[in-house]
């Protein structure tokens, strides 16, 4: 089965730091270009980053960009986001997701729950 | 950044009635348009993408069309499955986006 799954949301202080990670597994993981999506309680979705296939680029939200940084070890099928500067903004459930043909989203996963809170 | 703008917010349907979902791109994104369908508490999952592309395992009661900026969601002879908020993401040019969301309710 084609499978993303996340890990590592915990209750953090505004101003701290954390780091998500996101497992994959049933396809070639080097083959694509692997989002994060996030959804605030009671909202919608929203986009927060991308990173190719290999590593080399990498496109963030205006609302994330130069406190959070995505990155993949692809010898690990492993996706990674480090968030810095948390904000109570950022409270929100963290999907892992594939991108597929088109780029649309093909394989998300359950998420992943970021609370930020004194 | 794109702008992508739903219509309606909410809509509340009987079964076997026909939906439509729009949605409004601020500048022209060619096809790099999909719709996602998420039910209550579960992931969001792909139902059409590049516009009008179906996909295998997505009842065909589901259509999507349109290009530039405007594009259309069709569900055809709603089922009571089909309760859920339906999104439109664009994936044409960073930062990528989503709009606001469609509950569709079943009446």
């Known amino acids: 089965d084609v499978q993303v799954e996340e890990s590592g949301g915990v209750v953090a202080q505004p101003g701290g730091s954390l780091r998500l990670s996101c497992a994959a597994s049933?396809?070639?993981?080097?083959?694509?270009?692997m989002h994060w999506v996030r959804q605030a309680p009671g909202k919608g979705l929203e986009w927060v980053a991308l990173v190719s296939w290999d590593g080399h680029y990498t496109h963030y939200a205006d609302s994330v960009k130069g406190r959070f940084t995505i990155s993949r070890d692809n010898s690990k099928n492993s996706l990674s986001l480090k968030m810095n500067s948390l904000t109570t903004e950022d409270t929100a459930l963290y999907y892992c997701?594939?991108?597929?043909?088109?780029?649309?989203?093909?394989?998300w996963g359950k998420g992943t729950t970021v609370s930020v809170s004194s | 950044e794109i702008v992508l703008t739903q219509s309606p917010d909410s809509q509340s349907v009987t079964p076997m009635e026909t939906v439509t979902i729009t949605c409004r791109a601020s500048?022209?994104?060619?096809?790099?348009l999909h719709w996602y369908q998420q039910k209550a508490d579960q992931s969001p999952k792909l139902i059409i993408r590049h516009a009008s592309q179906s996909l295998s395992g997505v009842p065909s009661r589901f259509s999507g069309s349109g290009s530039g900026t405007d594009f259309t969601l069709t569900i055809n002879s709603l089922e009571a499955e089909d309760a859920a908020t339906y999104y439109c993401h664009q994936s044409s040019s960073f930062p990528q986006t989503f709009g606001q969301g469609t509950k569709v309710e079943i009446k």
């Open positions: 500048q022209p994104i060619g096809t790099s």
């Open positions: 997701g594939k991108e597929g043909s088109w780029g649309a989203v093909d394989v």
């Open positions: 049933g396809f070639t993981f080097d083959d694509y270009s």
